[in-house]
């Protein structure tokens, strides 16, 4: 390891807390790869935790910024902006769901303006608040995210937790019309759970989620933050199911790179936020949101909704041959290009070898091995990575036989 990384990351251990340990610097990044602080090449199978969609510094996306930078980079959200109206119209048309949206900055914030709406709407019909989400689910880290979140690890040493949250097991529905009572108002959960280790909804499970919430009027939000935006070969995950959710939320590729998160309502629940009722400084950004419109235009231009199932069907399919070929490997799942690699065992020496090769990936919990590749990925790359993969997995178990 040469001097440069060495230097960011002996900075980075003295003056930022360490909520992370990275053990990478990157300098920069351009479709499918990044370049570390040393100069070396690597493939991004993170995509920054599903950031780059459309891949690192998009020649669109990047001249989207720049010249809305150089035009209008903030405008209060007591006078509109073109970018983000425009956004907004956009996300309503590819959702299908005639609602409105709400801007914010973060998953987590997306998440908390769900929260609030349905609260908001069940305290005014019938006194109700109470949400229920998933165990190994996540939604993100402020405090009533984080009460969201069915995880220990998430909730430890921060409580009180706010109330008002009850949890159920993920794919089980006899286990979610348990905890809903006479309080309940909504159910959360993620099509894909993402940081829970890359688990698939069943079609069942969330037919029945939209059956249930129809039979005792509660809202159905799903959080897209992870799996939405072309991560799974639709623009949102739950279009996979043929069911509509009540609301959504994205952030994470919604901006192309910058932050921004974004509430999405259906006509029903379009109204339910009334002036001062909710707000966000930075919310709806003519910056990010020139980024988003940008991405979403590559997007659709660039085909990259099919190419993530194609390219998802050819991953998965490499990804089980090594489960076919290694007893520590125990299963491959996962939607589009959103995978996950089931490990008997931990995950995390196989992200290091898999880094040795140069190419990085993610985990998922204690026993996956999360991959998020750009949706820009190209046949070439993916079989490179997938020698990459092959031989880092060989190495690894080989070296413990
Ligand atoms: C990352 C994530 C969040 C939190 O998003 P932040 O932008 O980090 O606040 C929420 N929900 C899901 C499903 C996520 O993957």
Redesign the pocket.
């Given at each position: 390891m040469s001097n440069n990384t060495q230097e960011v990351l002996n900075l980075y251990r003295k003056s930022v807390m360490g909520t992370y340990t990275p053990d990478v610097a990157i300098a920069s990044g351009k479709g499918v790869t990044v370049r570390d602080a040393d100069g070396l090449i690597l493939y991004d199978f993170t995509s920054g935790?599903?950031i780059h969609n459309v891949g690192h510094c998009h020649p669109k996306v990047v001249s989207a910024v720049q010249e809305q930078a150089a035009q209008l980079m903030h405008c209060s959200n007591l006078f509109a902006n073109e970018p983000a109206t425009k956004l907004a119209a956009k996300l309503v048309e590819l959702s299908g769901l005639g609602g409105k949206v709400f801007f914010a900055n973060?998953?987590?914030?997306?998440?908390e303006a769900a929260i609030k709406l349905a609260r908001k709407w069940g305290n005014a019909n019938g006194g109700r608040y109470e949400i229920v989400t998933m165990r190994q689910?996540?939604?993100?880290?402020?405090l009533a995210?984080v009460a969201a979140t069915a995880q220990g690890w998430c909730q430890e040493g921060y409580d009180p937790l706010p109330v008002g949250f009850a949890y159920a097991d993920y794919n089980d529905l006899e286990s979610v019309k348990a905890a809903v009572n006479e309080r309940t108002v909504a159910i959360m959960l993620?099509a894909v759970?993402?940081?829970g280790g890359v688990t698939p909804a069943t079609d069942e499970f969330m037919k029945g989620i939209r059956a249930l919430c129809d039979e005792k009027n509660l809202l159905m939000i799903c959080?897209?933050?992870?799996?939405g935006m072309g991560r799974t070969g639709n623009w949102f995950a739950w279009q996979n199911y043929g069911v509509e959710p009540d609301l959504f939320?994205l952030?994470?590729a919604l901006g192309g790179g910058l932050?921004m998160?974004a509430l999405v309502s259906n006509a029903k629940f379009a109204d339910v936020f009334t002036p001062s009722s909710h707000a966000s400084t930075f919310g709806g950004n003519p910056v990010a949101a020139a980024a988003a419109l940008a991405t979403i235009g590559v997007i659709e231009e660039e085909g990259l909704l099919d190419r993530a199932k194609e390219l998802g069907t050819l991953f998965r399919e490499a990804l089980q041959a090594e489960v076919d070929k290694h007893d520590k490997l125990l299963e491959v799942r996962g939607a589009g290009l959103m995978l996950g690699l089931v490990v008997d065992g931990e995950a995390k020496p196989i992200v290091q070898a898999l880094r040795d090769q140069g190419l990085l990936a993610l985990t998922a919990g204690a026993n996956v091995v999360r991959f998020l590749p750009p949706l820009v990925l190209k046949e070439e790359d993916l079989e490179e990575a997938v020698d990459m993969i092959s031989d880092a997995l060989d190495c690894l178990f080989d070296e413990q036989a």
């Open positions: 935790i599903g973060s998953g987590a914030e997306a998440n689910g996540f939604h993100g880290r402020t995210t993620e759970q993402g940081e959080d897209e933050v992870q799996c939320t952030a994470k932050p998160g």
